[in-house]
Nanobody, 123 residues
């Protein structure tokens, strides 16, 4: 079955960096957009960044543009989220997701979810 397994979360001070990884398995993802979403306590899940598995087109939420970079390693079937200049408002559980077809910032269109990894940014 399809598995998306996140890793790399943790506690970091404001201004610091973290790199999240998402190991994908169970199918080929050629027609998929691989996304990162996040959910802070008491808030709705929101889109962070996405990358088309074939072609590598990338998409970002305005709140992370210039600070976060999404990338993928096809050989390792892994998607990364490099997060720099972290802010306390970036604190959330970060989820890896896969959606077939067109990129969308809505979590409704996601076909597969990981279980999430917690990122905490202290001020």
């Amino acid at each position: 079955q399809v598995q998306l397994v996140e890793s790399g979360g943790g506690l970091v001070q404001a201004g610091g960096s973290l790199r999240l990884s998402c190991a994908a398995s169970g199918r080929t993802f050629g027609g998929y957009v691989m996304d990162w979403f996040r959910q802070a306590p008491g808030k709705e899940r929101e889109f962070v960044a996405g990358i088309r598995w074939s072609g590598g087109n990338t998409y970002y939420a305005d709140s992370v543009k210039g600070r976060f970079t999404i990338s993928r390693d096809n050989a390792k079937n892994t998607v990364y989220l490099q997060m720099n200049s972290l802010k306390p408002e970036d604190t959330a559980v970060y989820y890896c997701a896969a959606q077939l077809g067109e990129a969308s910032a809505s979590p409704v269109g996601v076909d597969y979810w990981g279980k999430g990894t917690l990122v905490t940014v202290s001020s």
